[in-house]
């Protein structure tokens, strides 16, 4: 089984084929591998169909095995599953892995990844994902998803607790 | 005949220049005409034709026939994406697509999306339509719908069903998209950019598609050579990964590959011993060679003849022609064996000629009768057979016997193959004939059991790393579920003709069905899903306002859902099949193709595998005479079902034939019969004995069912003349053609038999049904006619006597019948005379006659010198015949009247 760096919900990001930045880039998806990371979130949408802003907040736990739960606590209370290894079966798709994306280390208050979708499955609907990292421990705190019809994801973690 | 031969003969061998003016003159004319052919490489000529198959075959062709398939596989988990897009980028680059890789084949998700939302009202069925107009008669379904749209916008992978809401908030086209996911027949793994993965990650999937069907594997073999040299380069840049490939063109090119490694192999193999063998027989190079000579002549002339004919000349009949050359070879070693007995060429020729006349009309006769069979390839191959056969016994009487040297110091035996040994008492040989009786009504009992293998892939040759690859393929298809696909096709002469068949075929119920129709409605579906909708929104007029006031009220934008409005606006007109080609590429152009104006549409239905055969059969009585069914394992079945048709009236036509000819030859009934009782006994140890080792009947080995009667017939037939010969001369003859009849059998044995060596399924099963046949036919052949023909002497014998002790002095005429009588079964010549002497000029020439001596000069085979002897006792009868074998002929009679002395000569009286 190949590794997967457990950070987001479906979108993760993995090792890449780096330009420069390689060193730092490796540290920061390394400090990513945990065995566990759960973390509380408040989701913030932007959908092209909607006038407002859809926040939707809760807890997600990811696990090295690809064990994904979502606790969403508001607007509703609500438990999702998922197993990575069931998605290609149950759903048609994989969880992105390894080199799904271009990588490039942005300048700012911590690290920011900027992370653009290579293959065809994905570049069809996400046009790039930002990623901010705590600068001292180097753990994703907030990503954004831009999607190519004009949605926009934000994604903010708190009382992130990781087991290496 | 035999005369007319001898003539030529005589001329030729005097006038040696212009023998071999005449055969170069020959040899050129023919090497011109096959030059100037054109030769193809098309196995469907094999096939029966007739609407049926050719139905079959062009289904067969667009179903699976052109695809290449690589897999890539992880060692210890390693990662395979990287090496496939490799492989992906440097096949691209070499100028070799591989399918959803290519600029056009990022027609992404939303492009579909929005063609179904576009026209959906098209797709429709008058049910869908029903549906919509159900849901949105309950006041509270938009709003209730509108709430479930935004909740699932919540989630992050709603960026993906957004795009579909904006054509469809209500979910009315919804049956339209399950209808179009069904399509998918991949049922484990997923699809990504282009490649196919299982679901663990750890197997991907590379498929390429070859430009067009193509039946020239040298086409396919290119292709494949640059593919393994990319493959080779990935396993270089990768070595954790693993790359095997296979696919219909990889099997065809592995097939032909390996039946010339195999027939190569053998026939050098082949070669090296026959000609060691015919050497140690003939003990003259010079023999040997001319052996040689004699068959290429005869292909080479034969293939001109065909050449000449036919503007294009497949390489599967020279194949075929070559193969007939080890039946052809029967001729030649037949002459030369004998001459090595003899020192006088005419004469051994002379000998020689009626039974290798006989045996080659007969043979011939087999080889017309495939001209009844209803593959065209079938016919070609029996009218060249019969040509090659004619045209090399046309060498082997008139140009061979004069090219071949003289053999001044003839054999008394064969120094090879010896046959005297003790002579059976009678009870072993009662003992033998009820052994043979009783194991032939064994062998007819097991015969039955023998059946025609239809499923050609039993004789294909496939490497592991292909099997290998199918197996993955399947786990892709099947998911390990017992399921199987039954494939309808309905076909039209138009394309609106081919729908509306597929539309109305009424077997949805029996399965999960996909249809090509869920994606190309006809014109005339069209039509009537369009009255539907018009009628749907004049029911539901108010249906954007009140969407859109709703919409906004949930918080939706105005312009939401602008296309479905625009859909909702659009009048819609049917439109062509070219107009849902989007549609098409999704489940592949397979689906639905136009061939010499006939229109084929396949669709899918998956059921039980326990209940396919069931299934099937019931479909096939539900389905229109415009639709036919079948399912991936039987395809070959239909498509050699013909043949199979075919081969069981060969068998029936072949014997009336050989029957017919071997009657006409030796004018006699029972000989007839005698000469067929071994063929027909062989055939039926022949069958037994494949019932016994399983082996079946296929599209290959069922030539050799041609070739086995027809040598068959020939060692029958030089049994026949050699016991014959024996009889009426006393001379031994037998045993050099059993000597030549071994011979060729051992060397047919050896030409094909060497197959038995090969990987090539199909060679092998050539190689098993030779050794069965070969052996069977020459113990036949050896057997059964001495103890039948003993037999016939026995009875002959009986009736002599039987009218002798009931003859009363009734002049020339009464003896007749026991002169008659005499002769029977001393040969066609002997009976001619018979016929020509013994009629009523001869009987009043013969009763007016005056008392007193008479001799008669070139009496002949003696028939009117015996019937003048017996009729009048009062005549001494004293007869000459220079010709020693009709001397001893008549000599040997079984009558001896007392006043009657046969002289071998004139001088031998003086």
């Known amino acids: 089984m190949k590794s997967k760096v457990l950070i987001l919900l479906f979108l993760l990001f993995s090792a890449i084929s780096m330009r420069g930045q390689e060193g730092k880039i490796n540290d920061i998806l390394n400090s990513n591998r945990p065995r566990k990371f759960s973390a509380d979130f408040i989701q913030i949408k932007q959908s092209a169909l909607l006038e407002k802003e859809l926040v939707s907040t809760g807890r997600i736990t990811l696990e090295k095995s690809g064990q994904i739960h979502i606790e969403t606590i508001t607007p509703e209370q609500k438990v999702t599953d998922y197993n990575s290894d069931d998605t290609g079966k149950n759903y048609g798709f994989r969880l992105p892995s390894e080199k799904d994306f271009d990588i490039t280390l942005l300048e700012g208050d911590g690290y920011i990844l900027k992370m653009i979708p290579k293959r065809g499955n994905l570049r069809q609907i996400i046009s790039q994902i930002i990623v901010h990292t705590d600068s001292q421990t180097q753990i994703a705190n907030k990503l954004m998803i831009l999607f190519r019809n004009g949605d926009l994801i934000q994604l903010e973690f708190s009382d992130i607790k990781v087991t290496i | ?910």
């Open chain 2, 1 to 910: 005949m035999k005369n007319l031969i001898l003539k030529v003969y005589d001329y030729f061998s005097v006038n040696k220049n212009k023998a071999i003016a005449l055969l170069i003159t020959i040899a050129l004319l023919a090497g011109v005409v096959i030059f100037r052919s054109n030769f193809s490489e098309d196995i469907a000529a094999f096939l029966p034709q007739n609407e049926r198959t050719e139905k079959y075959y062009e289904a067969y062709k667009h179903l699976a026939n052109n695809r290449i398939i690589i897999f890539f596989r992880a060692k210890d988990g390693g990662e395979i994406r990287e090496a496939m897009e490799f492989f992906a980028d440097k096949s691209i680059a070499e100028g070799i697509e591989i399918s959803g890789r290519g600029e056009d084949s990022d027609a992404g998700i939303d492009d579909i999306i929005g063609f179904i939302g576009e026209n959906a009202p098209l797709l429709m069925t008058e049910e869908d339509i029903a549906r919509a107009d159900s849901l949105l008669n309950d006041i509270n379904y938009i709003p209730s719908k509108l709430s479930e749209v935004k909740k699932g916008l919540y989630s992050v992978i709603s960026s993906v069903s957004s795009n579909y809401y904006r054509h469809d908030p209500l979910g009315l086209f919804l049956p339209v998209v399950e209808r179009i996911k069904s399509l998918n027949p991949i049922k484990q793994g997923y699809y990504e950019d282009g490649f196919l993965f299982s679901d663990d990650g750890e197997l991907g999937a590379a498929f390429m598609e070859l430009p067009s069907f193509s039946t020239k594997t040298s086409e396919s073999r290119s292709l494949l050579e640059r593919i393994n040299t990319i493959k080779n380069t990935v396993l270089r840049d990768f070595p954790d990964v693993e790359i095997i490939s296979t696919g219909a063109p990889e099997v065809a090119v592995a097939n032909a590959d390996c039946i010339r490694t195999d027939a190569l192999r053998s026939l050098v193999l082949a070669i090296l011993i026959i000609i060691t063998l015919l050497w140690l027989a003939l003990r003259r190079v010079s023999y040997v060679v001319w052996i040689f000579i004699t068959i290429l002549f005869g292909v080479l002339f034969a293939l001109g003849i065909y050449a000449s004919f036919n503007s294009d000349t497949s390489l599967i009949i020279v194949g075929m022609c070559t193969v007939v050359m080890g039946l052809a070879a029967n001729y030649p070693i037949h002459l030369v064996d004998h001459l090595k007995f003899k020192s006088d060429r005419r004469r051994a020729l002379s000998e020689q000629i009626n039974p290798l006349l006989v045996g080659n009309i007969t043979t011939v006769g087999a080889f017309l009768s495939l001209l009844l069979l209803s593959s065209r390839a079938m016919r070609e191959f029996g009218l060249i057979g019969a040509i090659t056969l004619v045209c090399t016994i046309f060498f082997v009487l008139i140009f061979l016997p004069v090219f071949l040297p003289v053999n001044e110091n003839p054999l008394r035996k064969n120094d090879l193959i010896s046959f005297k040994g003790k002579k059976i008492g009678s009870k072993a040989k009662s003992a033998l004939v009820l052994i043979f009786t009783i194991l032939t009504a064994f062998f007819f009992w097991k015969s039955l059991d023998v059946s025609f293998d239809t499923d050609i892939s039993h004789i294909n040759y496939m490497t592991d790393e292909q099997k290998e690859g199918f197996a993955a393929m399947e786990s892709f298809l099947n998911n390990g579920r017992e399921e199987s696909t039954i494939y309808i096709v309905s076909t039209g002469n138009t394309v609106e003709e081919a729908l509306q068949a597929e539309e109305g075929l009424g077997v949805d119920s029996l399965g999960k069905i996909i249809r090509i129709s869920s994606l190309v409605p006809s014109i005339r579906n069209q039509q009537k899903s369009i009255l539907k909708w018009q009628e749907f929104k004049s029911k539901h007029q108010d249906l954007i306002t009140s969407l859109r006031n709703a919409s906004v009220k949930k918080g939706f934008k105005q312009d939401a859902f602008e296309p479905f409005f625009a859909t909702l606006r659009k009048d819609f007109q049917p439109e062509a099949p070219s107009f849902f080609s989007k549609l098409i590429s999704l489940v592949g152009e397979q689906f639905l193709f136009v061939v010499n104006e006939k229109a084929f549409i396949l669709s899918r239905l998956e059921v039980d595998g326990a209940e396919l055969i069931k299934t099937k059969d019931h479909i096939m009585s539900l389905l229109p005479e415009t639709a036919f069914a079948f399912s991936e394992k039987d395809l070959s079945a239909h498509l050699i079902g013909g043949l199979s048709d075919d081969f069981n009236n060969l068998g029936f036509i072949c014997g009336v034939i050989v029957f017919f000819f071997l009657w006409l030859c030796f004018s006699r009934l029972e000989v007839a019969l005698l000469a067929f009782l071994p063929i027909a006994m062989g055939w039926l140890w022949i069958l037994g004995l494949m019932s016994i080792f399983g082996i079946k009947f296929n599209i290959v080995n069922f030539i050799l069912a041609t070739f086995i009667f027809g040598q068959g017939d020939d060692y029958t037939i030089f049994v026949i003349e050699g016991l014959i010969y024996e009889y009426a001369t006393g001379k031994k003859i037998l045993a050099s053609y059993k000597s030549a009849i071994a011979l060729s059998a051992i060397i047919m044995f050896i030409a094909i038999g060497v197959l038995i060596l090969s990987r090539h399924p199909a060679l092998r099963s050539l190689a098993e049904l030779t050794m069965i046949g070969m052996v069977m036919v020459v113990v036949m052949a050896w057997m059964v006619p001495p103890v039948v023909f003993e037999a016939l002497l026995k009875i002959k014998r009986y009736y002599l006597q039987k009218r002798l002790s009931k003859m009363q002095d009734t002049g020339a005429k009464g003896y007749a019948k026991i002169v008659r009588l005499e002769y029977l079964y001393k040969g066609h010549e002997a009976a001619r005379e018979c016929r020509k002497v013994l009629c009523k000029k001869t009987f009043e020439t013969i009763d007016n006659l005056p008392p007193g001596p008479v001799e008669i000069n070139n009496a002949g085979y003696g028939v009117y010198a015996l019937l003048l002897a017996l009729s009048r006792k009062d005549i001494s009868v004293t007869a000459y015949e220079p010709d020693e074998d009709k001397y001893l002929t008549a000599s040997r009679n079984s009558l001896e009247p007392d006043n009657l002395r046969w002289r071998n000569s004139v001088f031998d009286y003086l």
